[in-house]
């Protein structure tokens, strides 16, 4: 079987665990691109520039400015990776939230608390009639669908 050009997304890959699992693809012996999300732009560019001194050389970057809070940030990841590549073969949600502040005054409710949470973390999104869905395919390869059209 021949790998190439495998793209993966690691959101909050700019610290802490995603980076490092970015660090480990980067000097792989196959050639992945790998989308660095991070909340900051300034620390995903910081860490692309760290990555790359690990790379096998095939390896490439590409930073995403990606708030998994923010519509807007999902929004334009989204359209950035469906513009330049049209597909992901693996996003790796590193960048997930859990709230438990439901005894503090002035806190949402319990049910408001796990929809927000469950809201950021489900990996599933339609806007403007696209889909956003991790899935596996026949072959067992995991991917994740930017559209509707089948894979």
């Not at 005894?103 to 339609?126: C, I, K, M, W, Y």
Request: charged share 20%; net charge negative.
């Amino acid at each position: 079987m021949s790998i190439t050009n495998l793209d993966r997304l690691f959101t909050e890959a700019n610290a802490g665990l995603g980076y490092e699992t970015a660090r480990v693809l980067s000097f792989s012996k196959y050639p992945y691109h790998i989308f660095v999300g991070s909340r900051s732009l300034k620390r995903g560019v910081e860490a692309v520039a760290r990555l790359r001194q690990h790379s096998n050389g095939a390896t490439t970057f590409s930073v995403l400015k990606l708030d998994v809070t923010s519509d807007a940030d999902i929004s334009a990841a989204f359209e950035e990776v469906a513009s330049k590549h049209n597909h992901l073969d693996v996003l790796v949600n590193n960048a997930g939230i859990a709230t438990d502040n439901i005894d503090q005054p002035g806190s949402p409710s319990l049910r408001a608390t796990f929809q927000g949470t469950f809201d950021t973390n489900v990996v599933h999104r339609e806007q403007d009639g696209k889909t956003v869905e991790g899935s596996i395919d026949g072959c067992n390869n995991t991917h994740l669908r930017l559209t509707n059209q089948q894979c």
